[in-house]
């Protein structure tokens, strides 16, 4: 299908060795990096939600967008010229087990779509079909699943997360079987298609499964081709790039992950095939936002027993997977000395963002070493109150230093006794944070401002995800638009739309959808 304005360069596919079988034929891959293997067309595309800013970024006209060959194309059933579908071939540890070849068992590439300035785009559809890497499974993705990752995707870029972003949502007209909670209770649910974009979809698991297998020229091959494409100021460090590139992944995945804490996000399934070399946040399933405060809490009913993934323990997560990424590149190197070095660098840097965020949160000048500890009280009252966390933390804007009081948080608590249980403590606390205001050098206006810009008003609540799904499921994809709407500025006051600020209601705590999800969703 051509389309003149858009060009493809698909280096992936033409700079890595690729498998001699095409189809989705299920099968070990060796000594290949990606597999070629076209969508599987649905019986009826149909675009329910597309984001135009990522379609800007892309350099994808109006008329494009509004075209019905966009759905055919973004819904698997058509190519525009250039593109070349694949697979990427990758391994992982799943839950702290290695877990041997994994792979795209349902997204598949597109091409990399060339911007008119020049950047790199990867076009990547999810729940296109299946792939040699489905295993067992479909390939589809269900309209519930694919909402939550469109959204996401988006809501997490107008934070500053460092993200994927979403082009567009497409309903498929399929049905799709799904046992949401692997509990012997499957159902048919509209099926759906998000396209999802970055710069690269290779992850920490891309350089393990070939190491593993002891494969250490395509190991080689598939790091200098990451380096070259997309750490180009590294490609003249010659002998040395391999340490400096990893050191630069260490540090990227150090600013997401401080972001991911600053924010109340919770990942879910943090495996290593889930991790982006480019330290974005990828692959939105069994994802949440810490409502009442609670370092312990995963949304992830697969991981509801060991809790590995819970949100307090994330930082410590990312070390543990980077340290399995250090020794996959291992073979590359005379000597592992700079690898260490590079883990080092992760702790430093989420050491520095971390108390860069402390001193933004808490609208301080900057933040020593009792600023760290008056923070670490404050998570306490917050888990022991059961407060809301986005709503404590922005309701601080509104503290008067030389008075304060309670009453700026009573919008935060779930629980009027765990309140009372909780106030001798916070009141002690907010005399001493009142304090720590008032010496500090920061003006009301400019502590306000400061802490506006750290602290969300409105974040991606599971139940705010899911009364648009419902609404969705119903054929209105109007909640889809308006919620992506709300969270294209996160951190600005929507008259009206109040809805989407508030805390979790009564109905939402045992939902699921809401409070509990899994891996299919």
Same mark, same amino acid.
């Given at each position: 299908?051509?389309? +003149?304005?858009?060009?493809?360069?698909?280096?992936?596919?033409?700079?890595?060795?690729? +498998?001699?079988?095409?189809? !989705?034929?299920?099968?070990?891959?060796?000594?290949?990096?990606?597999?070629?293997?076209?969508?599987?067309? %649905?019986?009826?595309?149909?675009?329910?939600?597309?984001?135009?800013?990522?379609? +800007?970024?892309?350099?994808?006209?109006?008329?494009?967008?509004?075209?019905?060959?966009?759905?055919?194309?973004?819904?698997?059933?058509?190519?525009?010229? *250039?593109?070349?579908?694949?697979?990427?071939?990758? *391994?992982? #540890?799943?839950?702290?087990?290695?877990?041997?070849?994994?792979?795209?068992?349902?997204?598949?590439?597109?091409?990399?779509?060339?911007?008119?300035?020049?950047?790199?785009?990867?076009?990547?559809?999810? *729940?296109?079909?299946?792939?040699?890497?489905?295993?067992?499974?479909?390939?589809?993705?269900?309209?519930?699943? $694919?909402?939550?990752?469109?959204?996401?995707?988006?809501?997490?870029?107008?934070?500053?997360?460092?993200?994927?972003?979403?082009?567009?949502?497409?309903?498929?007209? =399929?049905?799709?079987?799904?046992?949401?909670?692997? /509990?012997?209770?499957?159902?048919?649910?509209?099926?759906?298609?998000?396209?999802?974009?970055?710069?690269?979809?290779?992850?920490?698991?891309?350089?393990?499964?070939?190491?593993?297998?002891?494969? %250490?020229?395509?190991?080689?091959?598939?790091?200098?081709?990451?380096?070259?494409?997309?750490?180009?100021?590294?490609?003249?460090?010659?002998?040395?790039?391999?340490?400096?590139?990893?050191?630069?992944?260490?540090?990227?995945?150090?600013?997401?992950?401080?972001?991911?804490?600053?924010?109340?996000?919770?990942?879910?399934?943090?495996?290593? /095939?889930?991790?982006?070399?480019?330290?974005?946040?990828?692959?939105?399933? !069994?994802?949440?936002?810490?409502? +009442?405060?609670?370092?312990?809490?995963?949304?992830?009913?697969?991981?509801?027993? *060991?809790?590995?993934?819970?949100?307090?323990?994330?930082?410590?997560?990312?070390?543990?997977?980077?340290?399995?990424?250090?020794?996959?590149?291992?073979?590359?190197?005379?000597?592992?000395?700079?690898?260490?070095?590079?883990?080092?660098?992760?702790?430093?840097?989420?050491?520095?963002?971390?108390?860069?965020?402390?001193?933004?949160?808490?609208?301080?000048?900057?933040?020593? =070493?009792?600023?760290?500890?008056?923070?670490?009280?404050?998570?306490?009252?917050? #888990?022991?109150?059961?407060? /809301?966390?986005?709503?404590?933390?922005?309701?601080?804007?509104?503290?008067?230093?030389?008075?304060?009081? %309670?009453?700026?948080?009573?919008?935060?608590?779930? $629980? !009027?006794?765990?309140?009372?249980?909780?106030?001798?403590?916070?009141?002690?606390?907010?005399?001493?944070?009142?304090?720590?205001?008032?010496?500090?050098?920061?003006?009301?206006?400019?502590?306000?401002?400061?802490?506006?810009?750290?602290?969300?008003?409105?974040?991606?609540?599971?139940?705010?995800?899911?009364? &648009?799904?419902?609404?969705?499921?119903?054929?209105?994809?109007?909640?889809?638009?308006?919620?992506?709407?709300?969270?294209?500025?996160?951190?600005?006051?929507?008259?009206?739309?109040?809805?989407?600020?508030?805390?979790?209601?009564?109905?939402?705590? =045992?939902? &699921?959808?809401?409070?509990?999800?899994?891996?299919? $969703?």
């Amino acid at each position: 299908m051509s389309t +003149d304005p858009l060009r493809f360069d698909n280096r992936f596919i033409r700079e890595l060795p690729g +498998d001699p079988e095409t189809g !989705p034929r299920v099968r070990e891959v060796r000594d290949a990096a990606w597999s070629a293997v076209m969508p599987t067309p %649905v019986a009826d595309p149909r675009l329910l939600a597309r984001s135009d800013e990522v379609a +800007d970024l892309l350099g994808l006209g109006r008329d494009l967008l509004d075209s019905d060959d966009f759905a055919r194309v973004f819904g698997g059933n058509a190519l525009y010229d *250039g593109m070349q579908p694949w697979a990427a071939n990758y *391994g992982g #540890h799943q839950f702290g087990h290695w877990a041997g070849q994994l792979g795209d068992g349902r997204a598949i590439s597109l091409g990399e779509l060339i911007a008119a300035d020049g950047a790199r785009w990867e076009l990547q559809l999810k *729940g296109a079909g299946r792939t040699p890497y489905s295993r067992g499974a479909d390939g589809r993705a269900v309209l519930r699943s $694919s909402i939550r990752e469109f959204l996401c995707s988006e809501a997490m870029h107008h934070l500053g997360v460092p993200t994927t972003r979403a082009l567009s949502l497409v309903g498929t007209g =399929d049905a799709v079987v799904r046992d949401m909670f692997y /509990d012997g209770h499957p159902q048919a649910e509209p099926g759906a298609i998000v396209c999802r974009v970055a710069p690269s979809f290779i992850r920490f698991g891309s350089f393990e499964l070939p190491a593993s297998r002891g494969d %250490v020229a395509l190991l080689r091959q598939l790091a200098d081709l990451c380096i070259a494409r997309d750490f180009p100021q590294l490609a003249a460090a010659g002998p040395a790039r391999h340490a400096q590139w990893f050191a630069q992944v260490c540090e990227r995945t150090a600013v997401m992950v401080a972001h991911w804490m600053r924010v109340g996000f919770v990942h879910g399934v943090m495996n290593t /095939d889930n991790m982006s070399i480019l330290g974005l946040t990828i692959d939105y399933g !069994p994802y949440g936002w810490v409502e +009442d405060y609670d370092p312990d809490w995963t949304p992830n009913t697969t991981d509801a027993q *060991g809790r590995r993934y819970r949100f307090g323990t994330q930082p410590q997560v990312a070390y543990w997977n980077l340290t399995r990424l250090a020794q996959a590149l291992a073979p590359l190197l005379d000597d592992v000395a700079p690898l260490h070095e590079g883990l080092a660098r992760f702790q430093q840097v989420h050491g520095q963002c971390e108390r860069a965020d402390i001193a933004a949160k808490l609208g301080l000048e900057a933040c020593g =070493d009792d600023d760290v500890a008056m923070m670490a009280a404050w998570q306490d009252i917050l #888990h022991e109150g059961e407060m /809301d966390m986005t709503i404590a933390f922005r309701s601080l804007m509104e503290l008067d230093p030389a008075s304060p009081s %309670v009453a700026v948080l009573e919008d935060a608590f779930y $629980s !009027p006794a765990r309140r009372e249980a909780v106030l001798p403590s916070l009141q002690a606390w907010l005399q001493l944070y009142a304090a720590r205001l008032r010496a500090d050098g920061l003006g009301a206006q400019v502590r306000r401002q400061r802490m506006g810009r750290a602290n969300p008003l409105y974040v991606l609540r599971n139940w705010l995800a899911q009364e &648009a799904i419902e609404q969705a499921e119903q054929g209105d994809p109007g909640g889809v638009h308006t919620l992506l709407e709300v969270l294209r500025h996160p951190y600005q006051e929507q008259p009206g739309r109040e809805h989407y600020a508030g805390k979790r209601p009564d109905w939402a705590r =045992d939902k &699921a959808g809401c409070s509990t999800l899994s891996c299919s $969703s």
